[in-house]
């Protein structure tokens, strides 16, 4: 039997059978897009799917040992409407569609139960997505925790003021976004110094004549939602008087967004008493955004991405519109230079949300590139509807070509 045994060891097929399950693992870059295909179809169905991400030992012997058997169980065990792949460069994880919380920690509890005695048992945890409670779902398993039948400790964190008032889908767990880009950091940190060391007498300018046009401070600070939909604060140019009501802006917020196939135009600011001497001017140019560039530097926004929306407009968003908060939010972006006032709201969070899933470094150039001829276009149709002239172009939504 000895020599049989040797034999079988040393027998190539069994290899190939060994690691053919290997084949039926999504590559990392492949399963994050599956993730974001669900996140979609849940957005729109309301239908929950579970993550389940099995995290390997940090020793690399063991976790040779432990994905062998892993991969096998994972394979062998999960539905054919399942997805099983690479989550990262040390995990695996299964995407269980149309299943629960409940469901998905009872699939991890039956995996590491089932491995062998000896092996590295991998670190397990349970995301929902969409998570009604704010916060994420994670359950951690282990040998221990499976002698108590279907028993999970779920301990989601508890809100904080930092995503107080934000919808609650825009607080999702880090699992279900993908990575930023490193390029884009450093795309960001250089040109933001570059421009506010060229535009610095520009910025002397506009607040000296902040200063004499009315009394009161030169910037403006508000809180705005930014990436995952975490608050910060942004940094503007006071265009408006000090102690303006925000009522009637909020208002007229709301009604572009229930509105449908309303145009996103911003309310008359030649004709709005708020609004300071020439404020509509550097509202229309985007002048009133240039300390934005300081967001930047602060990595709280990006040059290129969604405009960063207030906090009672974030609570209007439907479930679908939460996947803009995927990426930076930018001083323009793909729906800056695009239409813009000629779209509606629905076009808008279309647009940053085909941004964020077609993130790349030639539609960053491009993007900021095109931002200087839309703000000249916007001026231009500003004009016209200042001198009552019909812009025929305005009926007209301007077609993504990037």
Same mark, same amino acid.
């Given at each position: ?14 290899? =190939? ?31 929950? =799917? ?56 009872? &699939? ?216 803009? &908060? ?18 509606? =709201? ?57």
């Amino acid at each position: 039997m000895a020599p049989i045994a040797f034999l079988k060891l040393i027998n190539p097929l069994r290899w =190939f059978r060994r690691n053919a399950a290997f084949h039926a693992i999504h590559p990392a870059e492949r399963f994050r897009d599956l993730i974001e295909r669900e996140r979609s179809r849940t957005d729109r169905t309301g239908i929950r =799917f579970s993550l389940v991400v099995f995290r390997l030992a940090a020793r690399k012997r063991d976790s040779y040992r432990t994905l062998h058997h892993l991969v096998g169980l994972l394979t062998s065990r999960a539905r054919t409407s399942d997805e099983v792949g690479w989550f990262d460069k040390t995990s695996l994880a299964v995407l269980m569609i149309g299943s629960g919380e409940a469901d998905a920690a009872k &699939f991890g509890q039956n995996v590491i139960a089932t491995l062998p005695e000896g092996v590295a048992v991998p670190m397990v945890s349970v995301h929902l997505y969409p998570n009604k409670r704010g916060g994420e779902e994670q359950a951690r398993l282990g040998k221990e925790a499976v002698t108590e039948a279907g028993s999970v400790a779920a301990n989601p964190p508890t809100p904080t003021s930092e995503n107080a008032g934000v919808p609650e889908e825009a607080a999702m767990p880090s699992v279900f976004f993908r990575q930023l880009p490193l390029w884009k950091d450093i795309l960001d940190v250089i040109l933001s110094l570059i421009a506010l060391i060229l535009l610095s007498p520009l910025f002397l300018m506009i607040a000296v004549y902040i200063k004499i046009a009315d009394p009161g401070p030169v910037f403006f600070r508000q809180y705005r939602m930014g990436f995952r939909g975490k608050k910060f604060e942004c940094w503007k140019f006071r265009t408006m008087k000090v102690d303006n009501d925000a009522a009637a802006h909020e208002e007229y917020l709301k009604s572009l967004i229930k509105g449908g196939d309303q145009a996103m135009i911003k309310l008359d600011a030649r004709k709005d008493p708020r609004i300071i001497p020439l404020g509509w001017l550097l509202r229309q140019s985007g002048l009133d955004e240039l300390p934005q560039l300081i967001n930047v530097l602060r990595g709280d926004m990006s040059l290129v991405g969604p405009r960063p929306c207030l906090p009672y407009e974030a609570m209007e968003y439907d479930q679908w519109h939460a996947e803009r &908060f995927d990426s930076v939010p930018g001083l323009t972006g793909l729906w800056q230079v695009s239409g813009k006032n000629r779209t509606t =709201f629905k076009d808008m969070m279309r647009f940053d949300i085909r941004y964020s899933r077609r993130m790349s470094f030639w539609m960053e150039i491009q993007i900021l590139f095109k931002t200087f001829p839309a703000i000249v276009q916007q001026l231009r149709d500003h004009r016209a509807k200042a001198r009552g002239k019909p812009d025929e172009e305005n009926s007209v939504v301007e077609k993504e070509t990037t």
